[in-house]
């Protein structure tokens, strides 16, 4: 019902930067929060940044460095990411809780895509 497709990802430098993209699709009333998630290998699922109102949250081995932005008007999240570190090497995902026409709230998830970080 809902299709998340992410871009921007690849490899860079240390240092180096990088912004993804994701755009929402489907049948939306509205889309109420956004984020980004990402999974480095061997490791959990972690929340970077996510962006709903007003409001923006960060984990704190990104703050400073990464911006999680939106157009509202067109259904898409970007995540600028600057001074970039082999740590930040995962796939990433986008995320959206989306208001259906139902009324109906439901959390959808992009198919992921890859940052690597490396000299």
């Known amino acids: 019902q809902v299709q998340l497709v992410e871009s921007g990802g690849g490899l860079v430098q240390p240092g180096g930067s990088l912004r993804l993209s994701c755009a929402a699709s489907?049948?939306?009333?509205?889309?109420?929060?956004m984020g980004w998630h990402r999974q480095a290998p061997g490791k959990q699922r972690e929340l970077v940044a996510v962006i709903s109102g007003g409001s923006t949250n960060y984990v704190d081995s990104v703050k400073g460095r990464f911006t999680i932005s939106r157009d509202n008007a067109k259904n898409t999240v970007y995540l600028q990411m600057n001074s970039l570190k082999p740590e930040d090497t995962a796939v990433y995902y986008c995320?959206?809780?989306?208001?259906?026409?139902?009324?109906?709230?439901?959390?959808?998830w992009g198919q992921g895509t890859q940052v690597t970080v490396s000299s």
């Open positions: 489907g049948s939306i009333f509205s889309i109420y929060s």
């Open positions: 995320n959206a809780g989306v208001l259906h026409y139902s009324g109906s709230r439901r959390d959808y």
